[in-house]
């Protein structure tokens, strides 16, 4: 009969699952203490605080990752999901799930391939917001008097720039010098750009009426920070026309989407901004002798107009030649008929002369006339006089007719208040009110006593309005 009964244990140790997790997890981290892993992002997502979760995977195996808040922040590349990656870090174990992870310090992508789809899934993205439609881009000044230029201060891109606009035409360039690749480029150049839209116009420092994005030449890598959203979406927004001037003419970067113009170089860029000044003038002077040419011409031509109309006028003397003769014609007649008319006036003179009496036969039979007038003037006035003097005394009679003083007369008074006022009702009176009365032949002074009479009651003219006659028949 067979023994299933356990050997006894022997001198194996024993431990207690913490003491064999912590004595794994000194194992991993004094072996692994610093490793790079590659794989595929998977998985990922961001606790509410701020420590990032992922797995790392290729097709054979899964590693666990998680990166800390303080380290998320400072990180090149933001993970995504599908994203192939080379992070940087430490392996732990997790004791409280049997796992081990690594404790991610840094990521990079993985090679040009993985940058070129993370590339293109952004470009997609950005394209969809509309960031990229051309309605929304705007015109270039053709003069702008301040240029801004974003890049770095010290690399040959900015004095490229300078000496083309020296060449071409000198404006006012304003330096907001930035890094323009690693850890914290994308941040400045979306500041600057930012920056820059935020001054005032009119203010201390002139506001820019054209941006300049610049940088020269380099990997994939090297450009990124032009690639980041921070950077395409302040571009995007940018009220100031942005002309972007990145790397050479086989270089493409997001920002050359969003801007208003994509400059090949950044000296291109410097052409696209400004004019030539010398072919400006030169055009200026060609127009002015254009200008010039067209009014000879235009003159010469109205003159030949004029001349070609002036031949085909009556010559001067043959116009005036007719009217000549009628006004020596009209001359002759006129000093005929002045001739005529003066003889006319002198006749009629005689005419009226031989008419006329001896003066002082004129005064006698005036003096005659004015007798004979005076006496009926005399006459008329007196008479005149009379008739008024009859219709005054007719009018006084009258007045004198209808005076009150004939009413006290016949016996009846007249009634004043102290202001001497006739009192005409006896409503108008109060008890114990002075009054005087006029008599024929003088007045005398009053007191009211008693109360005045009571108001008559109004006869009723009728029926009330809209009371209806009960003794009436209807007509209905």
């Known amino acids: 009969m067979t023994d299933f009964s356990p050997e006894p244990p022997g001198n194996v140790a024993e431990y ?112 969809a917001e509309g960031l990229f439609d051309e309605a929304r881009k705007k015109m270039l000044p053709f003069l702008p008097q301040v240029i801004g230029v974003v890049t770095s201060p010290t690399g040959a891109v900015i004095r490229d720039i300078l000496h083309r606009l020296a060449d071409r035409f000198p404006r006012h360039v304003l330096l907001w010098p930035v890094l323009v690749q690693g850890e914290g480029a994308a941040e400045q150049i979306a500041a600057a750009i930012e920056g820059f839209n935020a001054l005032p116009p009119g203010g201390a420092v002139p506001r820019p009426d054209l941006l300049i994005v610049a940088r020269g030449g380099g990997s994939l890598e090297d450009l990124w920070a032009f690639n980041e959203e921070i950077v395409v979406r302040a571009a995007a927004a940018s009220e100031i026309p942005l002309i972007s001037a990145v790397g050479h003419e086989t270089d493409t970067t997001l920002i050359d989407f969003a801007a208003d113009r994509r400059a090949p170089t950044p000296t291109a860029a410097a052409e696209m901004a400004v004019p030539v000044r010398a072919e400006l003038q030169a055009e200026v002077l060609n127009q002015e002798r254009r200008m010039l040419r067209a009014t000879t011409r235009l003159v010469a031509e109205h003159r030949m107009r004029v001349e070609g109309l002036g031949r085909g006028l009556p010559r001067r003397d043959s116009i005036l030649a007719v009217p000549a003769q009628r006004l020596d014609a009209a001359g002759e007649r006129m000093a005929g008929a002045i001739r005529n008319l003066v003889a006319d006036r002198q006749h009629g003179v005689a005419n009226r002369a031989a008419k006329l009496q001896e003066p002082r036969a004129l005064v006698a039979e005036l003096a005659a006339r004015v007798g004979t007038g005076g006496r009926l003037l005399r006459n008329g006035a007196a008479r005149a006089v009379r008739d008024e003097q009859a219709r005054l005394r007719r009018i006084g009679d009258l007045l004198e007719s209808v005076s009150f003083k004939r009413v006290l007369e016949r016996g009846y008074a007249v009634v004043r208040d102290a202001a001497d006022t006739a009192v005409t009702a006896a409503a108008a009176t109060a008890p114990g009110q002075a009054v005087s009365i006029e008599f024929r032949d003088g007045r005398v002074g009053a007191v009211i006593s008693g109360e005045p009479p009571a108001k008559a009651p109004k006869k009723d003219s009728g029926r009330k309005r809209g009371k209806r006659d009960e003794r009436q028949g209807s007509l209905l």
């Not at 997790?21 to 509410?48: C, H, M, P, T």
């Not at 990521?107 to 789809?117: H, N, P, R, W």
């Open 16 to 127: 207690t699952v913490s003491e064999l997790s912590q004595a794994l997890k000194r194992v991993v981290e004094d072996r692994f203490s610093w490793v790079r892993v590659r794989g595929e992002i998977s998985g990922f997502k961001r606790a509410a605080s701020g420590h990032l979760y992922m797995a790392l995977k290729d097709e054979n195996a899964v590693l666990d990752a998680v990166c800390w808040r303080g380290v998320a922040g400072r990180l090149a590349v933001a993970p995504e999901d599908g994203l192939e990656v080379i992070a940087t870090g430490r392996l732990t174990t997790y004791p409280g799930r049997s796992k081990y992870q690594i404790v991610i310090e840094s990521i990079e992508l993985a090679g040009e391939g993985a940058l070129l789809k993370l590339l293109e899934e952004r470009r997609r993205k950005l394209a």
